[in-house]
């Protein structure tokens, strides 16, 4: 075989073609090519019949990919180059009959699972509004676990509602049978039982795929490995290619142990690592490997290249997000100057709450860019049902408006009533909201005409507010008043985001009217409008704003990583869980998406519990202060806690545009402080937001932080998953309060007192 193309580091697992083979490819260092190379080895030189070969992707396109190329020296329609839920669906047909199912089973989508699982809660009378997502949650989990109803109950019995999810589990099940169904973890679960079960079908399958390639292993879950260990139970002829330091799925169960103990599962596997970086400037990986050699749970290797070390990565603090984001499209603008194109660019940011500044920046002056890891800021469900509302107030001809908030927050207002509406606006010819008002005359009990009246007074009253208050108040009364806000007051990871979102949505309205004093709602929808619209791109020239999990396997020339903030990135509930490492290993990921340029940003302030509050560097800038060349900084302090960003999200951003953004730009490594330039104030002094007709400083979190007196060195203090500690360190005060506390089982750990779920011990 020519290996003119490979390597010597790729060449060696290209040749070794018996047995278990562990390689560890870091980013960019060509592991596609390695695992089609092999493959091309095998057949065009080894004689193996394409049939006799499986490989398995993680994502459509990465198996598109690997066809296109294998296409050149083979006919891929005799070998299986797929998804691995792909794969499973090809071997649950083939025996479909064993498994109590007919060849032609349909396979539900998530609406249609949500829309059993409804229909199995009116069953078991089931009524809690909140319970539908735990539910939906458990069996999800169930499943990927491989657990059936009764294990996982067992396992997981104190978790609320456990009892009741797994009653709908059995019954969900029971539906899905009946109805010939499989959902998308079923895919899985059930190839596994068949390979487990039925030993013929075993030892045909793992006869048959006599070489078996897995893509991405790091990202598999306990139900993946044990299927694909069941195929390849004949031979043990398994290639797996994968980079432990880009594991960052572990909260969809992915298992970082499948990669890190392979030689357990494989005693006589060989382990090759890709170490030659194709990708980066020497400079990036310099910085690449600093961060990840933090993490311990780890196999261990080194990115190296032969190209020029290239500029320093850049690290910038901006005093306020709005200037962050303003330091990024002033840099665009410049290297665009010089021949760069916008789809050069990335910003990459943990969570996609933080993409509301960027995208109005970008707005502002004309950036084309599209989102990734989320709805564009104004597309996201909770975003249009309150302007739903404001464009209800503002024309109440709006039928479509009032349609999508008349059960929102949910009301009790049906779809029959609203199909009564409905036919009586058309038969005397009002509008809908007119038709609320006329509630009265409509066929409908006493009750639901007095649902109607109230929403009906409600509505009413937001129209005679919207004369009278600035835009910004009138939002902050809605949010307060209507249940929006309280909706998602359940604690789960997507109602903290949409209370996230809720909250930069008003930090936004507040910004809105700073910078247009006297504006009307109708101004202010007609701007929604035109910035919405102008979010269309033409031509695949934009920039690129994603989180980081959705530009994993992506590259691009310039990236900027932005939000460098403690507890969001790494998130708060990330180090409260244990979690730090995976977050590190995003961090790693987020730097080695660029090829030439990259900028580190974060804001000195956000927006948080209605008041503006001071930031800290995250951790991961701090392990990398003497590649930044950084001043000393407090490691923690200020920073959002669990009511702030739960899960990882926070509690609003933004605020007002000040004269000082940043520095001036140059070509030194480091700029942290402040720029004035051309920049215009945009209002002198600030006025403090308002919520509820009072500054929003004055209003008190659901969940204030802890009172955090009682801490001192030597204090034994108990954390709900770290166990029991003793405080060796301390520094700052009161809220800030950060201690250092020795946990027998995970050593040292810098956690806020009055944010940390952790009580003193007496």
Known sequence: MNFYYLNEEQQKPVEDTEGAVL??????????????????????????????????????????????????????????????????????????????????????????????????????NYEKDDLLKSVKYHISNAKMLGLSPREYGARYKYERDIEAAMKVYERYDARLKANNALDFDDLLTEARALLMEDAEAREYLSGRFRYIHVDEFQDTNAVQFDIIKLLS??????????????????????????????????????????????????????????SISHNRERKGKTLWTNAPAGDKPVYYEAEEEAGEALYCARTIFEMVKKGYSLSDFAVLMRINAVTRSFEQEFTKYGINYKVFGGFKFFERKEIK??????????NPFDGEALLRIINVPKRGIGEKTIQVLAEYANSEDLTLY??????????????????????????????????????????????????????????????????????????????????????????????????????????????????????????????????????????SHALEEGHEEEERRLMYVAITRAREKLWLTRSKTRYLYGERQPTTRSQFVEELKEELNLPDEPRYGGGYGRRGYGQSYGRGYGQNYGRSYGQ??????????????????????????????????????????????????GVRVKHTRFGEGVVTAMRGEGRNLIVTVNFPSVGNKDLAASLAPMEILE
Request: charged share 25%.
């Open 385 to 394: 049902d309150i302007l739903a509302y404001l464009r209800l107030i503002n």
């Open 664 to 713: 001036s730009y140059g070509s030194a490594p480091t700029r942290v402080g402040s720029y004035s330039e051309e920049y215009p104030s945009y209002g002198g002094t600030t006025r403090p937001p308002i919520a509820n007709g009072m500054p929003m400083s004055a209003i008190q979190p659901q969940n204030p932080p802890k009172d955090t007196a009682g801490y001192a060195v």
């Open 434 to 571: 007119d038709a609320v008002l006329d509630c009265d005359f409509l066929p409908l009990s006493a009750s639901m005409r007095e649902k109607l009246r109230a929403f009906g007074r409600y509505v009413k009253d937001l129209v005679i507010r919207s004369q009278e208050e600035p835009v910004n108040t009138l939002v902050a009364h809605i949010l307060s008043t209507s249940g929006m806000y309280d909706q998602y007051a359940d604690g789960t990871d997507e109602s903290v985001t949409k209370r996230a979102n809720l909250d930069e949505y008003q930090n936004s309205v507040d910004e809105y009217v700073r910078m247009n004093e006297g504006a009307t709602l109708s101004d202010y929808l007609q701007q929604i409008t035109l910035y919405s619209d102008t979010d269309e791109m033409d031509g695949g020239d934009y920039v690129t704003v994603a989180t980081i999990h959705a530009v994993k396997g992506l590259e691009f020339r310039c990236v900027f990583l932005v939000g460098l903030e403690q507890n969001l990135m790494p998130t």
């Open 233 to 290: 139970s004949t031979h043990g002829n398994l290639f797996v290619v994968g980079d432990d330091d880009q594991s960052i799925y572990g909260w969809r169960g992915a298992q970082i142990e499948n990669i890190l103990h392979f030689e357990k599962s494989f005693p006589k596997a060989k382990v090759y690592k890709l170490q030659r970086n194709y990708r980066s400037t020497g400079a990036i990986l310099e910085l690449a490997n600093a």
């Open 23 to 124: 390689v560890l490819a870091g980013a960019g260092s060509g592991k596609t090519r390695v695992l089609t190379a092999r493959i091309e080895r095998l057949i065009t030189e080894l004689d193996v019949p394409p049939e006799s070969i499986l490989a398995i992707t993680f994502t459509n396109k990465a198996a598109d990919e690997m066809k296109s190329r294998l296409d050149l020296v083979c006919d891929t329609r005799r070998m299986w180059v797929c998804t691995i839920h792909s794969m499973c669906v090809k071997i649950i047909r083939m025996y479909a009959e064993r498994r109590g199912l007919k060849e032609n089973f349909s396979i539900y989508s998530e609406q249609e699972r949500a829309a059993v699982i409804k229909q199995v809660l009116k069953e078991c």
